[in-house]
Every structure is written in structure tokens, then in C-alpha cells.
């Protein structure tokens, strides 16, 4: 698998071109010097340098419609980017132009008895949670780049994060949508209603296709009572098929109150406190494998502190749990909290990191950890794995740190090796290659190798239907018309 992309000869893209998007949306909101232009072409990994001839910054959807038609008249392809947090490639250009949505940053309506929100595609995640706490209602999507990363992004990339267990992936947060086509025509879709079955569901073409059949500009969101309640948990586990069993017990318990269970390495965790200030070891002595658990309700009807408390008793009984504690204020919480969300951070500081995002079937997720770990320690006996994830839904993100001592070079160039070790075990289980980060550039290559012939097929059909000059972020996700480079 290439991480690096060859430099190609660039096209600068016709004066008039840019000069037409100017006039229309400000010169300001065109840029083309390389100190203005270099914070969009370098991604969260490092593994690409994007090239572009110019970044264009719309300030609405007319504006970006205007943008994509012009860019279809002159036959200039087009990738779109949000907050520039994608981990697979998505949004970056390699020579197209380069079209930010940051400007798209408006909330257009709130209404807490429809419990929906209607926002611009530029809305930073974390933004959109505070308006939501300020009608005393949640948006239930939380990722560790909320900070940053923009909506838009989120729903092209069908984010999932933490609260998938209780709330779902980002496609089930979402209402209706406004995209902008290939043509430069703008469907609105923006309904508010929980039930319409007049037609195709249409929004579903353009959630998770990461801008390669339109660009998502607004969005309908569902919104969710408040909760009230709020208890988290650290436990020590003997191993991931104990971790299963508690998960088992907390659900049949406290039913959807369970909202997150992450499962987490010992080497993750040591790491995290080894390199990331502030952090404190949660329980005594050292565990092969760890749980954060959260319950939560927008009511009192029942005391989640005292229900988590009872059900690890019982799993402390039975050899489940081997040491735990509950957070008592939300200081606690939020320090619990970081030893899982610095996890990837954390891990820069070991060198050379290979990173799968991976899911396979919940009850298999103790296999796969079993399988993958004797896989890639036989295939590179010093490697450090650092498995962790929402085991909940049966996402792991199955990480390796170079060995120590290796240079990091020699141990990316073993990517592709390790892809197909842990890859093919995914497949195997009836798993999926990309769980939440997508396809984008690093594994369109994977997606080809493991799909079925079938799905690609349609995926082609949809491509070229609705893209058929290939010019809406050409090859990402799929090879289509309109190339990789140019």
C-alpha cells in the first residue's frame, strides 16, 4: 500500500476559472500562495502532502453550487474538505482544486419539540453539542477531533465514535440533507420528518461516500433528551472475552442506559500515561486488558450509580473484573475519560504506528483480538500491538507501534503486509476493512481486493451516474473517471 503519492505534473487550472470564482465569492476566499495553503494540504497522519492550485472558501451553498459548476464547465475536478481531520486520505488533493466548507459555519434552525437542529456543513461537532445543551437536548456524536473536525466531514465519512452502542453511526443522526451535485444543481432535502417514505430515501446516496457523489452543504439532525444522569466506570478485566461478559451483564441491566464500553489494551494504557501530562494511573498495579463503561438517562427514575456498582460486584464474583472504580464527580469522569481518548496521540510518541480500523460481529470480537495478535507477533515477534476501541459495536482500532529500535521507515514499509495478516482474519469473520474512518485514499486499494465484485459494480453505476465526468474528489473510495493526479 503507497503512502506516498508521485509527484505529478500539474495543471494549473485556467485563469478565467479562478478568476470567475473570485468575482462571485471575494478574492479573500481564494488562495493561492503556499503559506496560505499549506494547513489544507498536510493530513492528521502525515501520510500524505496534498497539492493543489488554489483553495476556494464559499460562505454559502449558492456559492459552492456556483463554484461546482463552473469547475464542471472548465472540467477542473474538485475536492472537498472540511476540517482536514479525515485519517484516511478523503480530503486531500492531489492537484485538483480545493474547495473548504469552514465557511458554511451557520445553524439554521433549532427546534426542541421537533428535537432536530439544522446546520451548515462547516458547523465545528463541538459547536453543534453546545447549541444542543442550550435547549437542553444532546447530539449524541462524540469523537475524540470534535474540537475540529466539521459536520460536513462527519457525515461524509459516516463518523461513529463513542456512543454508537446507545445512538448509532452518524447516517442514523440525520434527517434529511441540502447537497450540491456535479452539475453545480442543489437538491434540498432538508425535511424534519421522522417518517417519509415518498420515494427513494435519497440522503442515504451521499452519507458515508465521502464527497465523490455530492458535496454536502446542510443537514438535518436528530436530537435527544438531556441526559441527567451520568456514571462512568474504569475497570481491569483478565481479557477481552471477560470485557464481553461484563458487557453483557451491564446491557441486561441497564438496557440502552449503557451508551459507551471501550476496551483498551495494557500497552495502550501505559503509554498514555508514559507520555500525555496529567494523566494518573486509575487502578493499582498493572492489567492485560481494561474497560471504560458509561450509563446514562435523561431521568432519575432509577440510581445508574448504584446500578453499575451492584453489576460489577457480581462480575467481580464471577472472575470478570479484577479491579474497578467509578468516578465521583465529573472531574473523574473527564480524567478517566483521556486515558482513552489521548490513546492515539499517546501513540505517535512510540515511533512508526500501523493502524487498522477494523469491525467484525460483537460476539466475535474476543477471537478476532485472540487471532490477529498470535497473527502479527508470529509474523514480527517484537511489534507492540495496541488494540483498542468500541467494543461495543464491535469496532477495534488495531494499532501497531514499531518495535524498539526499528527505524520507522523500515517498519511502515511493512504496511501492506500487516494489511492483509489483520484484513484477511476480518474478512474471515464477516468484518469490515473500515469501521468509521472510511476508504478515502489509504485503503481504496484494500476495498478493491476484499469487496464483492457485485458491490463494486454498483458502486461504479452510482458513480458514473450521478458523477459522470469523474470530477467530484476522483480517486477516492473508488477508481472512476477523472483520474487520481493531474
Known amino acids: 500500500m503507497p503512502l506516498t503519492v508521485p509527484p505529478p505534473s500539474v495543471t494549473t487550472p485556467a485563469n478565467n476559472l479562478l478568476a470567475r470564482i473570485a468575482e462571485r465569492i471575494g478574492e479573500q476566499y481564494v488562495l493561492t500562495e503556499p503559506k496560505e495553503i499549506a494547513l489544507y494540504l498536510r493530513e492528521e497522519r502525515g501520510l500524505y502532502d496534498g497539492r493543489t492550485p488554489a483553495v476556494v472558501k464559499p460562505g454559502t451553498t449558492e456559492e459552492v453550487a456556483f463554484i461546482v459548476a463552473a469547475c464542471a464547465e472548465a472540467g477542473m475536478p474538485i475536492v472537498p474538505q472540511g476540517g482536514n481531520t479525515g485519517l484516511v486520505g478523503g480530503q486531500m488533493p492531489f492537484g485538483q482544486l480545493l474547495l473548504s466548507l469552514a465557511r458554511l459555519d451557520r445553524i439554521r434552525q433549532v427546534d426542541p419539540v421537533d428535537m432536530t437542529m439544522t446546520v451548515e456543513a462547516g458547523c465545528i461537532l463541538d459547536s453543534i453539542h453546545r447549541v444542543a445543551e442550550d435547549v437542553d437536548c444532546l447530539f449524541p456524536l462524540h469523537i475524540a477531533s470534535q474540537g475540529s473536525c466539521r459536520i460536513g466531514g462527519n457525515l461524509a465519512t459516516n463518523a461513529g465514535g463513542t456512543a454508537v452502542l446507545r445512538y448509532g453511526n452518524a447516517r442514523e443522526l440525520v434527517l434529511g440533507l441540502e447537497v450540491v451535485l456535479a452539475d453545480g444543481r442543489i437538491w434540498n432535502g432538508l425535511k424534519r420528518l421522522r417518517k417519509n417514505n415518498a420515494g427513494y430515501d435519497l440522503k442515504q446516496l ?113 472472575g470478570e473484573v479484577d479491579d474497578a472504580t467509578i468516578a465521583s464527580s465529573e472531574s473523574q469522569a473527564a480524567a478517566l475519560w483521556r486515558l482513552r481518548e489521548d490513546m492515539s496521540e499517546a501513540q505517535k510518541h512510540e515511533g512508526g504506528s500501523i493502524k487498522h480500523d477494523v469491525s467484525v460481529p460483537v460476539s466475535r470480537v474476543p477471537d478476532f483480538l485472540t487471532r490477529a495478535l498470535a497473527a502479527v507477533e508470529a509474523e514480527m515477534p517484537d511489534v507492540r500491538p495496541c488494540p483498542f476501541g468500541h467494543v461495543g459495536d464491535g469496532n477495534i482500532h488495531f494499532n501497531l507501534s514499531q518495535p524498539a529500535g526499528m527505524a520507522k521507515a523500515d517498519f511502515l514499509a511493512r504496511w501492506a503486509g500487516f494489511n492483509r495478516i489483520v484484513h484477511d482474519i476480518v474478512i474471515e469473520m464477516d468484518g469490515s476493512i473500515a469501521a468509521e474512518h472510511g476508504i478515502g485514499r489509504l485503503k481504496r486499494e484494500e476495498l478493491a481486493h476484499y469487496a464483492d465484485p457485485v458491490a463494486l459494480e454498483l458502486m461504479e453505476q452510482l458513480k458514473n451516474a450521478l458523477d459522470p465526468a469523474g470530477l467530484l474528489n476522483p480517486g477516492k473510495v473508488i477508481a472512476g473517471r477523472g483520474g487520481d493526479d493531474i
Open 206 to 318: 451521499f452519507l458515508g461516500t465521502e464527497g465523490t457523489l455530492g458535496i454536502i452543504t446542510a443537514a438535518v439532525l436528530k436530537l435527544f433528551p438531556r441526559p441527567v444522569q451520568r456514571v462512568t466506570a474504569f475497570a481491569a478485566v483478565p481479557d477481552p472475552a471477560a470485557a464481553l461478559a461484563l458487557m453483557r451483564r451491564l446491557r441486561a441491566q441497564a438496557g440502552d442506559a449503557l451508551t459507551t464500553f471501550e476496551l483498551m489494551a495494557s500497552f495502550g494504557l501505559e503509554t498514555v500515561l508514559k507520555h500525555m501530562p496529567g494523566t494518573v494511573r486509575p487502578l493499582a498495579g498493572r492489567h492485560p486488558w481494561y474497560v471504560l463503561a458509561e450509563l446514562s438517562a435523561p431521568t432519575r427514575a432509577f440510581d445508574l450509580g448504584s446500578l453499575i456498582e451492584q453489576v460489577l460486584v457480581e462480575s467481580s464474583e464471577s
